[in-house]
Structures are given as structure tokens and as C-alpha cells.
């Protein structure tokens, strides 16, 4: 598929198969820092009280959820081009609706294509993807489809996996991608070809991606790039000029 966030054939298929299991292996696999690493980037971007906020990539909602949480915005959208995730994202808005954090605030979830957004031009103050942008074809068009729903001014932040420079740490989580990941896979999610793909996709990203200069190329400005965790992940945030 071509100028679109939506992943190949075979990668949508694979995250449609595992999406009633997809938080449990985010958390499984990060032991747990998956939560810290979004809140992260839900203060990293600074909203505003009265702030409107997109999570792309949002799948079952938890990027979203962690912006009404640790976040001063009030309004959050969240888009995935996977209709079962949205579903699982719906159902998860239910259960949390109780919680305090959530009271004032608005949560809306749709099925939308990153790369031809459905959203007015300057909709929004602040757009984060967390741990989707990897699996998008196509960064370019999204980038753009970003920058135009941004308003001038507005923050964009992305979470996405990298691989340690430390070489001791670097060897060591190479061999847990490559190895023990898959095998976890297969006894976790029943699917080892998932978790095969999480590792493949990082090592890919590591080796052929900068996207501070991507972004940079967008037209965002002040962009500044975070290593988290010794730096198996990289919080990047931009403002749009």
C-alpha cells in the first residue's frame, strides 16, 4: 500500500491476530516501562489547559489515555487505520471512564489513515505517535498530514524503539530482539512470527532511520531527540514553525 499508514497486508493481518493481546505483550516484553515511557511523552509535549491533542497509531488507546492522564489537554482524539483496535480502544474508554483523571475530558476514537487525515488544517495543538511510526510505510506523507493538522506553534512527539549505544547493552539487546523475543513470542502470544517482526522492524529503524532530520525536512523546528531507558527508546519532540 502506497502513500498510507496502513502496514502491508501481511503486518496488518498479523496485528489484527494478536490486537486481544496487544497491551499484555507491550507490557510483558517492556517488564512494565511501556507505561513510563508514555508518560513521558505526554509531559514532554507540554499541552496547555484547553489544548487539543492526536494520538496517531493509537491502537487499543493506551498513548491517548496517558495524554488525558498526564497531560493538562482536555480534548483527545485517537486514529488507527485497524478497526479492532479502535473496537478494543472503545472498550477500554469505558472501563476508565470512572477514573478521576478522565472527569472533564473528552476522548473520541476513529478508524483514519495517518497519511489522509480527516481532520481540519490546525485542528490541533499537539500530535505524539507512540511506537507506531515504525511500522509506516510511508513517514513522508504522514509527516506532512501532521504538520497541516498542527497549528503553528504545535508540538509533535514520537516515542519509537532504538538500540543502545553502550556496546555491552547494545550486544545484550540484540540478542534478546533476536532471539529471546521470538521465543517469549511463541509462548506469550502463541505467535512468534509477531515478536519476530518487533525485532526485525527495530533493527531496520535503527540502521536506516534519522528522524530527527525528517523532521527537520517537515518544516519542524527546535527538534531535540531523548534516549530512554539507556536508550532502547527515543523520545523525539519538534515544533511545527
Not at 85 to 95: G, P, W
Not at 140 to 153: D, I, T
Not at 161 to 176: C, I
Not at 187 to 212: K, P, Q
Request: with cysteine; charged share 25%; net charge positive.
Amino acid at each position: 500500500m502506497t502513500v498510507s499508514d496502513r502496514k502491508t497486508p501481511s503486518t496488518e493481518a498479523m496485528f489484527t491476530k494478536i490486537a486481544e493481546r496487544y497491551d499484555r505483550c507491550n507490557h510483558w516484553f517492556s517488564l512494565g516501562i511501556d507505561r513510563l515511557w508514555r508518560k513521558r511523552l505526554a509531559r514532554a509535549v507540554d499541552a496547555a489547559a484547553g489544548d487539543a491533542a492526536l494520538d496517531i497509531c493509537c491502537g487499543t488507546g493506551d498513548m491517548a489515555f496517558a495524554l488525558l492522564k498526564y497531560s493538562a489537554a482536555r480534548a483527545v482524539i485517537g486514529a488507527d487505520c485497524s478497526e479492532r483496535m479502535i473496537q478494543l480502544a472503545q472498550e477500554k474508554r469505558m472501563r476508565l471512564a470512572v477514573r478521576r483523571w478522565m472527569t472533564d475530558k473528552t476522548l473520541r476514537l476513529h478508524v483514519a489513515d495517518a497519511a489522509a487525515m480527516p481532520f481540519e488544517d490546525g485542528a490541533f495543538d499537539v500530535v505524539t505517535c507512540a511506537f507506531g511510526l515504525r511500522n509506516i510505510p510511508d513517514r513522508a506523507a504522514v509527516l506532512r498530514q501532521v504538520s497541516r493538522v498542527l497549528k503553528p506553534g504545535g508540538r509533535l512527539g514520537v516515542c519509537e524503539f532504538s538500540l543502545p549505544k553502550n556496546p555491552t547493552l547494545r550486544a545484550v539487546y540484540g540478542v534478546y530482539l533476536s532471539r529471546v523475543m521470538p521465543l517469549l513470542g511463541r509462548l506469550v502470544l502463541g505467535d512468534g512470527d509477531a515478536l519476530r517482526y518487533l525485532a526485525r522492524s527495530i533493527l531496520d529503524w535503527d540502521a536506516t532511520v534519522r528522524l530527527e532530520a525528517e523532521l527537520t525536512q517537515t518544516g519542524f523546528v527546535d527538534v531535540c531527540a531523548t534516549p530512554l531507558t539507556g536508550g532502547i527508546v527515543t523520545l523525539t519532540v519538534g515544533r511545527k514553525a
